[in-house]
């Protein structure tokens, strides 16, 4: 059913059942999303390019992506028949009444957002779009991409007008990897929905309310929630710059950043995050460019993009301060990271300081070897790294990631095994006086010593 | 009774009444907690270098701070005897078990530190140091003051040996105008103490359990409890730069900020602050500088404080913009700065960014008139600024601080007042729907227009 002209009061008497939404993007976020709204009784056509992604998912098997609560999910809403997948997605855009994109957009080699495999999307979308149809973009993407970029393309396309013959909408998603279903359903945020006018806002409105139970906030125009988005995340990029800031400090001083922070914090006004070794993933280290390339105001936000990611050198400073304990230069060295995806718990390396640390050792030491129990050893050496199972030949020992299993390390095992006892924890996971007993030199982040 | 040397299950026995307190420094955070402690039943000497203040304090007359609740406080506790002041700070250290500095440090031309007053101080207390006493630093100051600078003082004007006759301790304050009283009875903030020792830090901790009814958390030495309070305080320099920066960055794509940040903030993981004219006060635009000094990691402190300091041309900027439409040259202009206090309610000007404001504004427009209800127009006149009770032959209006009459400004009168009818509002009051009805061209921090 076409939604933009209907009135307030007959939007809120329609059945979930009688809407065909479209979903262009089957990844790690798309998936999900396709799937709570399938089980909301939305009829659901998923559109990938990836044929083995979507006939996988129309035999109600999830196509490998590690999500909680996913695989029985999509088993389900594809019994129902709520969610279909294919990869006619101009066919999909013809039979729906609602598009939502949510495939990520990256940086290229310059750090300018790469906007190719949207554009393909809009194309698809715009071929079929007819009269009364609403466009929804979930994906975060640099200020004015909505308005500038997909309403333009999909008015030449269809020869539609917008805010006439159809409705434009950016709508972020909120979603964290491993609670992606749960944050659809508005686990910790309310959705924020910003139509490109105040019919397509209040369509937003009455979809997201279906699937979030916690809220949904309309923003006046689709460049403010994605301002919204982007700032949220920026935030946390230059507060984590503020905290490895803070760390540096204090180590100067020889004191601990995280006595610091842990009574600071005591003052309810005081939210000061942890220092680490980098920011990883697809959001924090890539929205900033999104702000950045927009506009001049942009000292605060290069310095603190700066200071996080030379915070991998200083990993490698702690290692060579470690190794010079033990009389070892750099160079001799053998290197055991362990954790190459972003952050624990996911199997996903997208600006991993893991990978980011590994890359710069790879000139600087003799040998470099990884393991993280996210990824196989096929996985690790089709990345282009050599994998290690046991700690033979080591001398210095790298912790990237707060992976469980990491916790569990069983160091009086790993002492017998080691050429050299080194460990640099740059996540707050080790117990250093344990260690230290154990003959170990120790390096923290967070830490004067 | 002298406390250094007692055990930790005498120290729990002792009677506030036994012990006495010098307190030095009785302005508006040292009144308030002399105030308190005699409240506790502890004796306190109030120390001051002013004897006008001594005298009325010994008369149980509140010299004038304007804090609620401290004259009823003053005039109880002078009644009662628990609470005397002298100008005699030798004596009162003889005289005290343990000492109290909370005096404000400040800084110089160049932005260094200035610790000549506090040195003053230290050099009474140490005159009149006796074995078992404990000296305790409340003042925000820079880090490794307490124990480099006021113990190094101590142990050469005493002849006495710190750890061994004496205890040295940073407790620092976390109090602000118009609630001090409640704030050092933890209204917000379990207190933070640092002891030289373990048994200094005991007793700091018996102390302050007193008075502080929501916690005391210990930290390692007193180095860290300065580097608490200055990082706290230098966190919300940061985001309040980071504020700014979102608001300039809005306002170039032509978006509200405050509309990015309140969705934004619906996120519990974000908290961004509010854009304004600039940082003011003791505290934030003062303490990055007891970090700046102190070490090499400085970038984002000194851009955070340049961004902050920066929004004084910003406002005028906006000025300029304002009288553009109306045609009038800056220079011609006769402009009206609402607000010379560094924020509503509170009669202090240190580094307010009304003043800055003004005094850029002195050499730019044809003339600058201020009106704070805080200030007299004796108190502006001294200042060395022009005094203006109405709105004639004003052209352009600067609100710099959100004080509750500038909320409740009549607009239709003023219209009739002013020569050109323009607003400046830094500080998010005005209702601009209203004031443009009524004619008036506005520009406000924190909007897109």
Tied chains: 1, 2.
């Excluded at 999830?62 to 006619?88: C, H, M, Q, W, Y």
């Excluded at 010079?324 to 362990?338: G, M, R, S, T």
């Excluded at 096929?378 to 990491?406: N, P, Q, R, S, V």
Aim: hydrophobic share 40%; glycine share 6%.
């Amino acid at each position: 059913m076409k939604l933009y002209n209907l009135s307030r009061v007959k939007l809120n008497n329609i059945n979930p059942a009688d809407i065909t939404i479209s979903i262009y993007g089957l990844g790690k976020m798309g998936l999900p999303l396709a799937g709570v709204f399938a089980k909301h009784n939305f009829k659901v056509i998923g559109v990938d390019i990836n044929k083995k992604t979507v006939d996988s998912i129309n035999k109600g098997i999830n196509p490998v992506i590690e999500e909680k609560g996913l695989s029985s999910l999509i088993r389900k809403v594809t019994k129902t028949g709520f969610l279909k997948a294919t990869t006619d997605g101009v066919e999909a855009s013809k039979t729906s009444d609602i598009k939502i994109i949510i495939i990520p957009i990256y940086l290229d080699d310059k750090n300018n957002p790469d906007l190719s495999l949207l554009k393909d999307v809009v194309k698809k979308i715009g071929t079929g779009l007819q009269k009364g149809d609403i466009v929804i973009l979930e994906s975060t993407a640099p200020a004015n991409t909505t308005l500038q970029v997909i309403g333009k393309m999909l008015e030449k396309i269809s020869n539609l007008k917008l805010n006439k013959d159809f409705g434009l909408a950016h709508c972020p998603e909120r979603i964290s990897s491993q609670t992606a279903i749960k944050d659809i359903e508005g686990r910790l945020c309310p959705k924020i929905v910003g139509g490109s006018d105040l019919k397509t806002t209040r369509i937003a409105e009455y979809l997201y309310k279906k699937i979030n139970k916690r809220d949904v906030i309309s923003v006046q125009n689709p460049t403010v929630a994605e301002l919204v988005k982007i700032w949220g995340e920026v935030y946390r990029d230059v507060n984590i710059a503020f905290a490895n800031t803070l760390y540096l400090s204090c180590k100067e001083l020889g004191v601990d950043a995280f006595e610091v922070i842990n009574a600071a914090n005591t003052n309810p006004y005081c939210r000061i995050l942890t220092p680490g070794p980098g920011v990883g993933g697809h959001c924090i280290p890539v929205y900033p460019y999104f702000i950045l390339k927009e506009n001049t105001n942009n000292l605060l936000l290069n310095l603190s993009r700066q200071i996080n990611d030379s915070m991998s050198t200083h990993v490698i400073y702690l290692a060579k301060e470690a190794l010079k304990e033990k009389n070892i230069p750099l160079k001799d060295a053998n290197i055991l990271i362990l954790g190459i995806a972003y952050r624990a718990g996911v199997k996903e390396v997208r600006k991993s300081p893991g990978i980011k640390i590994a890359l710069e050792l790879n000139s600087l030491s003799k040998t470099v070897y990884v393991n993280d129990p996210q990824f196989s050893k096929e996985d690790i050496e089709k990345l282009g790294f050599k994998y290690k199972e046991d700690f033979t030949k080591i001398d210095c020992i790298i912790i990237t990631t707060g992976e469980k299993a990491f916790k569990k390390i069983n160091w009086s095992m790993v002492k017998t095994q080691v050429k050299t006892k080194i460990v640099i924890d740059t996540k707050n996971i080790i117990n250093k006086k344990a260690l230290s007993n154990l003959g170990f030199v120790t390096k923290r982040i967070g830490y004067a010593k």
